[in-house]
Protein backbone atom coordinates (compact mmCIF):
# COMPACT_ATOMS: atom_id res chain seq x y z
CA UNK A 1 0.00 0.00 0.00
CA UNK A 2 1.48 3.86 -0.84
CA UNK A 3 2.23 5.18 2.66
CA UNK A 4 0.30 8.25 3.54
CA UNK A 5 3.24 9.87 4.73
CA UNK A 6 6.28 9.40 2.25
CA UNK A 7 9.80 7.42 3.93
CA UNK A 8 13.22 8.66 3.94
CA UNK A 9 14.89 8.16 0.76
CA UNK A 10 17.72 5.41 2.99
CA UNK A 11 14.72 3.76 4.16
CA UNK A 12 13.43 3.29 1.01
CA UNK A 13 16.90 2.45 -0.81
CA UNK A 14 17.34 -0.06 2.47
CA UNK A 15 13.83 -1.85 1.95
CA UNK A 16 15.27 -2.35 -1.66
CA UNK A 17 18.10 -3.89 -1.21
CA UNK A 18 16.80 -6.16 1.70
CA UNK A 19 14.15 -7.24 -0.70
CA UNK A 20 16.14 -7.72 -3.97
CA UNK A 21 18.94 -10.54 -2.18
CA UNK A 22 15.72 -13.05 -3.48
CA UNK A 23 17.18 -12.01 -7.17
CA UNK A 24 20.45 -13.43 -9.07
CA UNK A 25 23.05 -11.00 -10.25
CA UNK A 26 24.76 -11.39 -13.38
CA UNK A 27 28.12 -10.95 -11.79
CA UNK A 28 27.45 -13.92 -8.89
CA UNK A 29 28.40 -16.26 -11.92
CA UNK A 30 25.24 -18.29 -11.22
CA UNK A 31 23.30 -17.07 -14.40
CA UNK A 32 24.40 -19.47 -16.33
CA UNK A 33 20.98 -19.36 -18.76
CA UNK A 34 20.29 -16.22 -19.62
CA UNK A 35 20.94 -14.67 -23.22
CA UNK A 36 21.03 -11.05 -21.38
CA UNK A 37 24.50 -9.79 -18.97
CA UNK A 38 25.45 -6.92 -17.20
CA UNK A 39 25.76 -3.89 -19.49
CA UNK A 40 29.22 -2.12 -20.69
CA UNK A 41 30.87 0.17 -18.19
CA UNK A 42 29.59 2.71 -20.53
CA UNK A 43 26.33 1.89 -20.91
CA UNK A 44 25.74 2.71 -17.44
CA UNK A 45 27.63 5.99 -17.68
CA UNK A 46 25.16 7.05 -20.96
CA UNK A 47 21.72 6.04 -19.15
CA UNK A 48 22.89 7.73 -16.43
CA UNK A 49 23.55 10.81 -17.93
CA UNK A 50 20.31 10.84 -20.78
CA UNK A 51 17.54 9.18 -18.85
CA UNK A 52 15.53 11.41 -19.68
CA UNK A 53 15.10 11.47 -23.80
CA UNK A 54 12.05 9.75 -25.19
CA UNK A 55 12.39 8.81 -28.76
CA UNK A 56 8.55 8.47 -28.89
CA UNK A 57 8.89 12.21 -29.87
CA UNK A 58 11.91 13.10 -31.70
CA UNK A 59 10.96 16.53 -32.36
CA UNK A 60 12.27 17.33 -28.92
CA UNK A 61 14.76 15.10 -28.61
CA UNK A 62 16.24 15.75 -32.38
CA UNK A 63 19.60 14.95 -31.72
CA UNK A 64 19.00 11.75 -30.31
CA UNK A 65 16.63 11.09 -32.75
CA UNK A 66 20.17 11.16 -35.42
CA UNK A 67 21.79 8.86 -33.06
CA UNK A 68 19.39 6.49 -32.88
CA UNK A 69 19.51 6.38 -36.89
CA UNK A 70 23.27 6.02 -37.26
CA UNK A 71 22.79 3.04 -34.43
CA UNK A 72 20.37 1.71 -36.65
CA UNK A 73 22.72 1.99 -39.71
CA UNK A 74 25.75 1.07 -37.98
CA UNK A 75 23.22 -2.37 -37.29
CA UNK A 76 22.45 -2.35 -40.87
CA UNK A 77 26.74 -2.01 -42.27
CA UNK A 78 27.53 -5.20 -39.53
CA UNK A 79 25.20 -7.11 -41.35
CA UNK A 80 26.28 -6.20 -44.82
CA UNK A 81 23.66 -3.16 -45.80
CA UNK A 82 24.96 -0.21 -46.84
CA UNK A 83 21.22 2.28 -45.81
CA UNK A 84 19.14 0.26 -43.60
CA UNK A 85 15.61 1.45 -42.09
CA UNK A 86 14.56 0.70 -38.69
CA UNK A 87 14.63 1.35 -34.74
CA UNK A 88 16.08 0.27 -32.04
CA UNK A 89 12.92 -0.89 -30.15
CA UNK A 90 12.47 -2.62 -26.79
CA UNK A 91 13.57 -6.33 -27.66
CA UNK A 92 14.00 -9.19 -30.20
CA UNK A 93 10.05 -9.74 -29.32
CA UNK A 94 8.96 -6.46 -30.82
CA UNK A 95 11.33 -6.43 -34.10
CA UNK A 96 9.95 -9.89 -34.91
CA UNK A 97 6.54 -8.39 -34.27
CA UNK A 98 7.10 -5.55 -36.23
CA UNK A 99 8.63 -7.49 -39.13
CA UNK A 100 5.44 -9.90 -39.14
CA UNK A 101 3.22 -6.71 -39.08
CA UNK A 102 5.06 -5.10 -42.28
CA UNK A 103 5.34 -8.63 -43.98
CA UNK A 104 1.09 -8.58 -43.59
CA UNK A 105 0.65 -4.86 -44.27
CA UNK A 106 2.27 -5.42 -47.19
CA UNK A 107 0.83 -8.65 -48.75
CA UNK A 108 -2.89 -7.87 -48.20
CA UNK A 109 -4.30 -11.32 -48.09
CA UNK A 110 -7.31 -12.49 -46.38
CA UNK A 111 -5.71 -15.41 -44.26
CA UNK A 112 -2.67 -14.37 -43.65
CA UNK A 113 -0.13 -16.98 -42.78
CA UNK A 114 4.15 -17.17 -41.72
CA UNK A 115 6.33 -20.16 -42.34
CA UNK A 116 8.36 -20.67 -39.59
CA UNK A 117 10.40 -23.31 -38.22
CA UNK A 118 9.66 -25.66 -35.01
CA UNK A 119 12.20 -23.72 -33.30
CA UNK A 120 11.00 -20.43 -33.17
CA UNK A 121 10.73 -18.50 -30.73
CA UNK A 122 7.61 -17.48 -28.83
CA UNK A 123 7.56 -13.85 -29.84
CA UNK A 124 6.10 -14.86 -32.63
CA UNK A 125 2.50 -16.22 -31.16
CA UNK A 126 2.30 -12.84 -29.40
CA UNK A 127 3.09 -11.82 -32.79
CA UNK A 128 0.20 -13.80 -34.39
CA UNK A 129 -2.13 -13.25 -31.78
CA UNK A 130 -1.83 -9.31 -32.13
CA UNK A 131 -1.88 -9.17 -35.68
CA UNK A 132 -4.04 -12.33 -36.91
CA UNK A 133 -1.02 -13.95 -38.92
CA UNK A 134 -1.52 -17.74 -38.75
CA UNK A 135 1.75 -19.95 -37.67
CA UNK A 136 2.88 -22.70 -39.87
CA UNK A 137 5.25 -24.49 -38.55
CA UNK A 138 7.79 -26.17 -41.08
CA UNK A 139 9.87 -29.30 -39.61
CA UNK A 140 13.40 -29.30 -38.24
CA UNK A 141 16.12 -31.68 -39.70
CA UNK A 142 18.38 -34.09 -37.67
CA UNK A 143 20.78 -31.69 -37.11
CA UNK A 144 18.08 -28.78 -35.91
CA UNK A 145 18.17 -26.32 -38.83
CA UNK A 146 14.55 -25.67 -40.27
CA UNK A 147 13.94 -28.85 -43.34
CA UNK A 148 14.16 -26.22 -46.30
CA UNK A 149 11.59 -29.17 -48.42
CA UNK A 150 9.56 -28.79 -45.70
CA UNK A 151 9.43 -24.94 -46.00
CA UNK A 152 8.58 -25.09 -49.63
CA UNK A 153 5.52 -27.89 -49.49
CA UNK A 154 4.17 -25.26 -46.79
CA UNK A 155 4.07 -21.90 -49.28
CA UNK A 156 0.35 -21.19 -50.37
CA UNK A 157 -1.18 -17.95 -51.78
CA UNK A 158 -2.00 -17.01 -48.35
CA UNK A 159 1.95 -17.07 -47.33
CA UNK A 160 3.02 -13.41 -46.36
CA UNK A 161 6.31 -14.22 -45.30
CA UNK A 162 9.20 -17.01 -43.97
CA UNK A 163 11.11 -16.41 -41.17
CA UNK A 164 14.60 -18.04 -40.70
CA UNK A 165 16.88 -18.68 -37.46
CA UNK A 166 20.44 -17.23 -37.02
CA UNK A 167 21.04 -18.47 -33.70
CA UNK A 168 18.12 -20.77 -31.96
CA UNK A 169 17.22 -19.68 -28.49
CA UNK A 170 17.39 -23.21 -27.66
CA UNK A 171 20.15 -24.23 -29.62
CA UNK A 172 22.29 -21.54 -30.87
CA UNK A 173 22.03 -23.47 -34.36
CA UNK A 174 21.56 -21.37 -37.78
CA UNK A 175 19.26 -22.14 -40.70
CA UNK A 176 20.38 -22.63 -44.14
CA UNK A 177 19.61 -18.93 -44.55
CA UNK A 178 21.25 -18.82 -48.14
CA UNK A 179 18.15 -21.99 -49.44
CA UNK A 180 15.38 -19.87 -47.58
CA UNK A 181 16.38 -16.34 -49.18
CA UNK A 182 16.81 -18.54 -52.78
CA UNK A 183 13.16 -20.00 -51.92
CA UNK A 184 12.06 -16.61 -51.25
CA UNK A 185 13.58 -14.89 -54.15
CA UNK A 186 11.88 -18.10 -56.31
CA UNK A 187 8.09 -17.18 -54.91
CA UNK A 188 8.43 -13.42 -54.55
CA UNK A 189 8.31 -13.84 -50.46
CA UNK A 190 9.81 -11.81 -48.01
CA UNK A 191 12.83 -14.07 -45.60
CA UNK A 192 12.57 -12.09 -42.02
CA UNK A 193 16.23 -13.39 -40.29
CA UNK A 194 15.70 -13.68 -36.58
CA UNK A 195 19.29 -13.02 -35.42
CA UNK A 196 18.16 -11.48 -32.14
CA UNK A 197 20.93 -13.50 -30.10
CA UNK A 198 23.14 -13.95 -33.53
CA UNK A 199 23.54 -10.83 -34.81
CA UNK A 200 26.27 -9.72 -32.23
CA UNK A 201 27.97 -13.33 -32.45
CA UNK A 202 27.71 -14.63 -36.44
CA UNK A 203 29.79 -11.68 -38.15
CA UNK A 204 32.78 -11.87 -35.25
CA UNK A 205 32.79 -15.94 -35.47
CA UNK A 206 32.82 -15.84 -39.30
CA UNK A 207 35.88 -12.86 -39.16
CA UNK A 208 37.32 -15.20 -36.24
CA UNK A 209 37.25 -18.04 -39.07
CA UNK A 210 34.29 -20.57 -38.00
CA UNK A 211 32.40 -21.74 -40.28
CA UNK A 212 28.91 -20.22 -39.96
CA UNK A 213 26.52 -19.95 -43.22
CA UNK A 214 26.05 -16.62 -44.58
CA UNK A 215 22.85 -15.13 -42.97
CA UNK A 216 22.34 -11.48 -43.25
CA UNK A 217 21.61 -8.49 -46.33
CA UNK A 218 23.95 -9.92 -48.91
CA UNK A 219 21.64 -12.54 -49.22
CA UNK A 220 18.97 -11.06 -51.51
CA UNK A 221 15.88 -13.02 -49.94
CA UNK A 222 16.81 -11.23 -46.61
CA UNK A 223 14.03 -8.03 -46.29
CA UNK A 224 14.28 -7.60 -42.10
CA UNK A 225 16.33 -8.97 -39.87
CA UNK A 226 16.06 -8.41 -35.48
CA UNK A 227 19.47 -8.12 -33.74
CA UNK A 228 19.23 -7.57 -30.11
CA UNK A 229 22.04 -4.99 -28.90
CA UNK A 230 20.77 -6.08 -25.55
CA UNK A 231 22.25 -9.89 -25.80
CA UNK A 232 25.55 -10.22 -26.98
CA UNK A 233 25.94 -6.30 -27.44
CA UNK A 234 26.22 -5.28 -23.87
CA UNK A 235 23.34 -2.72 -24.16
CA UNK A 236 21.15 -2.25 -21.37
CA UNK A 237 17.89 -3.46 -21.27
CA UNK A 238 15.63 -2.83 -23.38
CA UNK A 239 17.44 -2.60 -26.60
CA UNK A 240 16.48 -4.40 -29.71
CA UNK A 241 16.80 -3.89 -32.80
CA UNK A 242 15.02 -4.19 -36.39
CA UNK A 243 16.67 -3.59 -39.66
CA UNK A 244 14.82 -3.88 -43.00
CA UNK A 245 15.99 -3.29 -46.24
CA UNK A 246 14.01 -1.07 -47.69
CA UNK A 247 11.74 2.03 -46.58
CA UNK A 248 8.48 0.90 -48.13
CA UNK A 249 8.55 -1.63 -44.66
CA UNK A 250 8.74 0.92 -42.37
CA UNK A 251 6.39 2.97 -44.76
CA UNK A 252 3.59 -0.01 -44.31
CA UNK A 253 3.66 -0.08 -40.03
CA UNK A 254 3.96 3.96 -39.68
CA UNK A 255 1.59 5.53 -37.57
CA UNK A 256 1.17 9.11 -37.69
CA UNK A 257 1.52 11.04 -33.98
CA UNK A 258 -0.42 13.89 -34.51
CA UNK A 259 0.05 15.76 -30.93
CA UNK A 260 3.40 15.79 -29.93
CA UNK A 261 4.92 18.54 -27.96
CA UNK A 262 8.02 18.23 -30.79
CA UNK A 263 5.54 18.04 -33.39
CA UNK A 264 4.24 15.91 -35.49
CA UNK A 265 5.90 12.21 -36.45
CA UNK A 266 5.36 9.13 -37.82
CA UNK A 267 5.86 6.24 -35.81
CA UNK A 268 6.75 2.73 -36.44
CA UNK A 269 7.11 1.12 -33.58
CA UNK A 270 5.06 -0.59 -30.80
CA UNK A 271 6.35 1.48 -27.95
CA UNK A 272 5.19 5.63 -28.13
CA UNK A 273 7.45 7.00 -25.61
CA UNK A 274 10.36 4.51 -25.72
CA UNK A 275 14.15 5.44 -23.89
CA UNK A 276 16.35 8.05 -25.51
CA UNK A 277 19.23 6.52 -23.72
CA UNK A 278 19.48 3.13 -24.93
CA UNK A 279 19.31 3.80 -28.07
CA UNK A 280 22.52 6.40 -27.48
CA UNK A 281 23.93 3.19 -25.63
CA UNK A 282 23.87 1.10 -28.32
CA UNK A 283 25.42 3.87 -30.66
CA UNK A 284 28.31 4.69 -28.15
CA UNK A 285 29.17 0.78 -27.65
CA UNK A 286 29.31 0.22 -31.04
CA UNK A 287 31.23 3.14 -31.78
CA UNK A 288 33.80 2.16 -28.71
CA UNK A 289 33.98 -1.49 -28.86
CA UNK A 290 34.44 -1.87 -32.63
CA UNK A 291 34.68 -4.43 -34.88
CA UNK A 292 38.04 -5.97 -33.02
CA UNK A 293 36.42 -4.89 -30.04
CA UNK A 294 33.18 -7.28 -30.61
CA UNK A 295 35.05 -10.01 -31.93
CA UNK A 296 37.71 -10.13 -28.99
CA UNK A 297 34.66 -10.78 -26.61
CA UNK A 298 33.09 -13.31 -28.93
CA UNK A 299 36.66 -15.11 -29.30
CA UNK A 300 36.74 -15.77 -25.90
CA UNK A 301 33.08 -16.88 -25.37
CA UNK A 302 33.24 -19.11 -28.62
CA UNK A 303 36.54 -20.79 -26.81
CA UNK A 304 34.52 -20.87 -23.84
CA UNK A 305 31.75 -22.89 -24.89
CA UNK A 306 33.51 -25.14 -26.95
CA UNK A 307 35.72 -26.19 -23.87
CA UNK A 308 32.66 -26.50 -21.78
CA UNK A 309 31.27 -28.74 -24.06
CA UNK A 310 34.30 -30.65 -24.27
CA UNK A 311 34.14 -31.23 -20.10
CA UNK A 312 30.51 -32.22 -20.00
CA UNK A 313 30.50 -34.99 -22.58
CA UNK A 314 33.34 -36.54 -19.79
CA UNK A 315 30.05 -36.14 -17.37
CA UNK A 316 28.66 -39.77 -17.10
CA UNK A 317 25.34 -39.70 -17.91
CA UNK A 318 25.17 -36.12 -19.51
CA UNK A 319 25.18 -35.57 -23.11
CA UNK A 320 25.59 -33.20 -25.30
CA UNK A 321 22.35 -32.36 -27.95
CA UNK A 322 24.65 -31.41 -30.88
CA UNK A 323 28.18 -29.71 -31.04
CA UNK A 324 27.57 -25.70 -30.12
CA UNK A 325 27.23 -23.44 -33.18
CA UNK A 326 27.48 -20.45 -31.13
CA UNK A 327 28.03 -19.85 -27.95
CA UNK A 328 25.55 -21.63 -26.57
CA UNK A 329 25.82 -25.21 -25.24
CA UNK A 330 23.00 -27.64 -24.33
CA UNK A 331 22.89 -30.86 -23.25
CA UNK A 332 20.48 -33.28 -21.60
CA UNK A 333 20.19 -36.72 -18.91
CA UNK A 334 17.66 -39.58 -19.09
CA UNK A 335 17.01 -38.06 -15.54
CA UNK A 336 16.43 -33.83 -16.72
CA UNK A 337 13.58 -32.68 -14.23
CA UNK A 338 15.76 -34.04 -11.52
CA UNK A 339 18.84 -32.61 -12.50
CA UNK A 340 17.40 -29.49 -13.00
CA UNK A 341 15.83 -29.48 -9.47
CA UNK A 342 18.87 -30.07 -7.59
CA UNK A 343 20.90 -27.45 -9.83
CA UNK A 344 18.47 -24.92 -8.84
CA UNK A 345 18.55 -25.85 -5.31
CA UNK A 346 22.36 -25.24 -5.55
CA UNK A 347 21.81 -21.79 -6.76
CA UNK A 348 21.86 -21.77 -10.39
CA UNK A 349 19.83 -20.02 -12.83
CA UNK A 350 19.06 -22.18 -15.87
CA UNK A 351 16.02 -24.12 -16.87
CA UNK A 352 15.37 -27.24 -18.74
CA UNK A 353 13.34 -26.60 -21.48
CA UNK A 354 12.59 -28.62 -24.88
CA UNK A 355 14.39 -31.86 -22.99
CA UNK A 356 17.75 -30.39 -22.05
CA UNK A 357 19.24 -27.65 -20.22
CA UNK A 358 21.07 -24.30 -22.15
CA UNK A 359 23.68 -22.78 -20.91
CA UNK A 360 24.87 -19.18 -22.85
CA UNK A 361 28.14 -18.61 -22.51
CA UNK A 362 27.68 -15.22 -21.93
CA UNK A 363 30.46 -11.99 -21.19
CA UNK A 364 29.92 -12.04 -17.34
CA UNK A 365 29.78 -15.95 -17.35
CA UNK A 366 33.93 -16.81 -16.94
CA UNK A 367 35.67 -19.99 -17.01
CA UNK A 368 35.90 -20.40 -13.05
CA UNK A 369 31.88 -20.11 -12.94
CA UNK A 370 31.81 -22.73 -15.54
CA UNK A 371 34.18 -25.02 -13.65
CA UNK A 372 32.26 -24.67 -10.38
CA UNK A 373 28.76 -25.73 -12.22
CA UNK A 374 30.89 -28.83 -14.27
CA UNK A 375 31.37 -29.77 -10.52
CA UNK A 376 27.91 -29.36 -9.02
CA UNK A 377 26.51 -31.02 -12.38
CA UNK A 378 29.31 -34.38 -12.19
CA UNK A 379 28.58 -34.44 -8.26
CA UNK A 380 24.72 -34.52 -8.48
CA UNK A 381 24.32 -36.92 -11.93
CA UNK A 382 26.65 -39.28 -9.63
CA UNK A 383 23.62 -39.62 -7.26
CA UNK A 384 20.88 -39.76 -9.67
C1 LIG B 1 15.94 -15.98 -31.33
C2 LIG B 1 15.22 -15.04 -30.41
N1 LIG B 1 14.34 -14.18 -30.92
C3 LIG B 1 13.65 -13.32 -30.14
C4 LIG B 1 13.86 -13.29 -28.79
C5 LIG B 1 13.07 -12.32 -27.93
O1 LIG B 1 13.87 -11.33 -27.41
P1 LIG B 1 13.40 -10.41 -26.19
O2 LIG B 1 13.33 -11.30 -24.98
O3 LIG B 1 14.47 -9.39 -26.13
O4 LIG B 1 12.08 -9.82 -26.54
C6 LIG B 1 14.80 -14.15 -28.21
C7 LIG B 1 15.02 -14.13 -26.76
O5 LIG B 1 15.62 -14.98 -26.19
C8 LIG B 1 15.50 -15.06 -29.04
O6 LIG B 1 16.36 -15.94 -28.56
Known sequence: MIPAEGMDEKEVLAELEERLKDDLSFDSGKILGSMCTYPHPLALKIVMRYIDRNLGDPGLHAGSRKIEEEAVNMLANLLSLERGYGNIVSGGTEANILAVRAFRNLAGVENPELILPESAHFSFLKASDLLGVKLVWAELNDDYTVNVRDVEAKITDNTIGIVGIAGTTGLGVVDDIPALSDLAID????????????????????????????FDFRLRGVKSITIDPHKMGMAPIPAGGIIFREK??????????????????WQAT??????????????????????EGYKEIVREKMELARWFAGELKKIPGIYLIREPVLNIVSFGSEKLEELEEALKARGWGISAHRGYIRIVVMPHVKREHLEEFLRDLGEIAKRL
Do not use: C, M, S
Open 270 to 291: ITGTRPGANALAVWALLKHLGF
Open 248 to 265: RFVEAINVLAPYLAGGQV
Open 187 to 214: YGLPLHVDAAFGGFVIPFARALGYEVPD
